[in-house]
């Protein structure tokens, strides 16, 4: 598999870039500050129902009253 940032263009300026499957909300973004470092490097971001795929390593969505 080619490296994303190989493949995605070099924006100058640019914080961190993210393909996504889904428009993000200012919510999705600000989450997404908080995980990527501010690099330049772009990442993968697929969402789904119940987790989400970033850079190839799953994430899954639980809210509190599931955590034990």
């Known amino acids: 598999m080619t490296d994303i940032n190989k493949v995605m263009p070099k924006i100058p300026h640019m ?11 200012n919510n999705k973004v600000e989450e997404l500050n908080k995980i990527f470092p501010h690099n330049g490097k772009w990442h993968t971001v697929f969402e789904e129902k119940d987790h989400t795929y970033i850079d190839g390593k799953v994430v899954w969505k ?4 599931s955590w034990t």
Do not use: I
């Open 15 to 25: 914080r961190w870039g993210a393909l996504m499957n889904k428009a993000p909300t």
């Open 62 to 65: 639980k809210d509190k009253e």
